[in-house]
């Protein structure tokens, strides 16, 4: 994990001393080193836009592939290959966390770096280092984008301040010295930002957001990016319209769905949740905004959107149940725990967790995948607008939302005609509408305001409370499927009986929650289409 300031300096900037600051007893002599590093990206610079880099770089104490992933909580992660032969071409062991970011496109060299650091280091009293302050002067070209083009050099001087075993409040005193002394913070993200800025058109390389854009996970990076679509065409004095929020909010899940790829791909923990979610996020959209874009290309997007969703499903929802069971087990009197339950229980979820995330992975290196990802860049590089796209997003929206609750509507009246495990599987139908609701009512939150934002809420709670409902068919499975082979190897199997009756009542009560919750959402559902 990467933690690090970046300043600009004149040639003529002097380094402060730095060995007064609280905590640096010590700063050790200068070493000189010669940095040679060529960046590796797409044509059109995928990797750059998205805030990731991908070099090869020798000279230094860290010599080899590098990849850079986008800044999280102040740090970023970088990854590290040997260098091995491969020079002109990255190795597929180093691009592959990069493809969900790269699709089916190929990295090729875009710029080389030359960079003459000189390396000090602020030490503690018991010879710690806390940090690397770098003092880089750096030469950087451009490689020619086409034929016969020229390359594109750009000099400057830059100090670069690393933590290795200090805190954030070093970070930020060693960045006060070196201002005060003339310093100025950085402007650009990263080196090979700085050099292709210049040499490639604006609309190539665009800003990156100091919050990252549209970036961010689940509902908040629909709402972020159709709220910036919304603000956007009113700076521009225009009216806003369906297309121009619609649009917006499928590319915050894109870039959510891209964000939970790369954690997948590097052992995330809530990776392939996720993903899961931006891909179902990604279909309600189109779903519900099918008058908006043009259902030719968004249907099939929804069928393979669909498909990656039950790729996934086995890594995610095992691992949910089994984790319940655990700590429903931790819960029980010792003495109706039969046999060595909890131990089967972590056994099998291991098991099944090793099998769910190969399956994952393969999923995610299918070229059908791939694809996808290809024909989601497609979609809002070169949108097919449907009949209601020019139109009011007020309008628009509002109609999405009362459509999405007829369907609701309609689901939940059917599960009240129904009984035992009818009522279960159309209840699972009214969970699937009240998502469609809550998704679309997420895209709306921008325009529509407070009662978007009311119903959001209340189809959350509704989804939770059956979606706990819908766990224990799963739980459940994992109870008498795990009680089976508790039996057969010779072990008492009373407590998994005990396990699947305790989630039969979870599901009684999750459904009578549903039943109070409803009428409220109801009244959401209208408020919000009316706004």
Known sequence: MEVERKFEAEESFELPDLADLDGVAAVGEPEEQELEATYHDTPDLRLLRSRVTLRRRTGGSDAGWHVKLPAAAGARRELHQPLGRAARTAPKAVVAPLLGLLGTATTAPVATLSTRRVVRRLQAEDGRVLAEVADDTVRGTALAAEPGEPATVTTWREIEVELVDGDEALLQAVGDRLVAAGAEVSASPSKVARVLGPARAAEDVPAVPADGGTGGTGGKATKKAAKKAAREAADAGRQVTAGDVVLAAVAGQLAALREADIAVRTGGPEGVHDLRVACRRLRSIFAAYRTVLAREVTDPLRDELQWVGSELSGARDGEVALEHLRALVAEQPPELV??????????????????????????????????????????????????????????????????????????????????????????????????????????????????????????????????????????????????????????????????????????????????????????????????
């Open 338 to 531: 039969r046999g060595p339950v909890a131990a089967r229980l972590e056994q099998t979820e291991n098991r099944d967790h090793e099998a769910g995330e190969r399956r994952a992975l393969r999923a995610l290196t299918d070229r059908r995948y791939l694809r996808l990802l290809d024909e989601l860049d497609a979609l809002l590089a070169h949108p097919l607008h449907g009949e209601r796209a020019g139109e009011a997003a007020p309008v628009v929206l509002a109609d999405a939302v009362k459509r999405s609750g007829k369907r609701l509507r309609r689901a939940v009246h059917a599960a009240e005609d129904t009984t035992g495990e009818e009522r279960h599987h159309a209840l699972h139908e009214a969970r699937k509408a009240a998502k469609r609701v809550r998704y679309t009512a997420e895209v709306a939150v921008p325009v529509l305001g407070a009662a978007a934002e009311g119903l959001v809420a209340c189809a959350k709670e509704v989804q939770d409370v059956l979606g706990d409902a819908q766990d224990t068919v799963v739980t459940r499975e994992y109870a008498l499927r795990v009680g089976r082979e508790a039996a057969a190897a010779g072990e008492d199997a009373w407590t998994y009986g005990r396990l699947h009756a305790l989630e039969e009542a979870r599901a009684d009560a999750r459904e009578a929650h549903f039943w109070d919750l409803w009428p409220a959402l109801r009244s959401a559902v209208k408020a919000a289409a009316k706004a």
